[in-house]
């Protein structure tokens, strides 16, 4: 029995030291693979940070002492950037913006309206995205630059018996450049304030322009507040149909005349650095 006991002490014994060398050796295994990676991982990112340098042009060895020059790149090493002037965006040669629109019009009604600028091609509404309810505005294209032109010359010309303002469309906000420009212009460029025309019978909402893209619905609710005492009841922001891109411009409703009123003095103000652009809206007369 002895013999017995001893043999399985010393059993235990042998298994008890196997076990805790395969501990020892997965434990070294598992260090030497997390060093590995490490190691890996500094390589990728000195990898990724020399590849981010190339992409801003600003990385690359030195050739013969001298740093290699990139496209637009001045003697000085400053480069040239081409800006819009502050404030400004660029514009469409054949895109018009028509407001101030009949719920009742088609594209049959503006090309009779405007027959006498030249052929359009095309208009695209103004819609609401999430119910596709018509907003009183949209863009038409003409065929030629000169249809365009005469379109913009023509604003305030009778639609289904309303005055319709034009202008070249404003494509803003889209690329690097129209973003600088519109940080540029909110840094101190000042920009006229054109007045509001006459308040429609029934209206209650603002038609709001030339917004901060980062704008959003808390932003617009505390700029009312801050500057007029008084909060819309609704916002709506209007986006492109396709691509979901905010315009720039949106609207807001008020539950009465006195607050809308009110809310109307703000226009020219300054909304996270941009004057905003206010007018009347006029009232649906669309069904549903």
Not at 59 to 79: I, L
Not at 183 to 210: E, H
């Amino acid at each position: 029995m002895a013999s017995d006991d001893a043999k399985k002490a010393k059993k235990a014994k042998k298994e008890k030291k196997e076990k805790k060398e395969k501990k020892e050796k997965k434990e070294t295994s598992a260090r030497a693979r997390e060093s590995s990676e490490r190691g890996r991982d500094a390589r990728e990112t000195k990898d990724g940070d020399e590849a981010s340098k190339k992409r801003r042009g600003g990385g690359g060895e030195e050739t013969d002492g001298k740093k290699a020059k990139h496209a637009g790149e001045s003697d000085e090493g400053e480069v040239k950037k081409s800006y819009p002037t502050p404030g400004t965006f660029p514009t469409s040669k054949t895109k018009v913006y028509c407001g101030n629109l009949s719920w009742n019009v088609d594209e049959n009604a503006l090309r009779d309206a405007f027959a006498d600028c030249g052929e359009i091609v095309g208009v695209n509404w103004f819609e609401e995205k999430a119910t596709g309810k018509f907003l009183g505005a949209g863009v038409v294209e003409f065929a030629t630059a000169e249809g365009a032109a005469a379109c913009v010359a023509a604003s305030g010309r009778q639609v289904l018996g309303r005055e319709t303002p034009t202008r070249f469309w404003e494509q803003r906000g889209n690329t690097a450049e129209e973003r600088a420009a519109a940080k540029a212009a909110a840094k101190g460029a000042s920009a006229d304030v054109k007045p509001m025309g006459p308040k429609p019978a029934g209206c209650y909402t603002l038609f709001m322009g030339n917004l901060n893209f980062q704008i959003d619905d808390d932003a617009i609710w505390k700029f009312f507040m801050d500057n007029a005492g008084v909060e819309p009841s609704t916002v709506r922001w209007l986006t492109n149909k396709d691509t979901g891109e905010f315009r720039g411009v949106g609207f807001a409703d008020f539950a009465d005349d006195e607050s809308l009123d009110k809310a109307a003095k703000c226009n020219g103000m300054s909304c996270m650095g941009r004057p905003i652009r206010l007018d009347w809206q006029a009232p649906s007369n669309r069904a549903g």
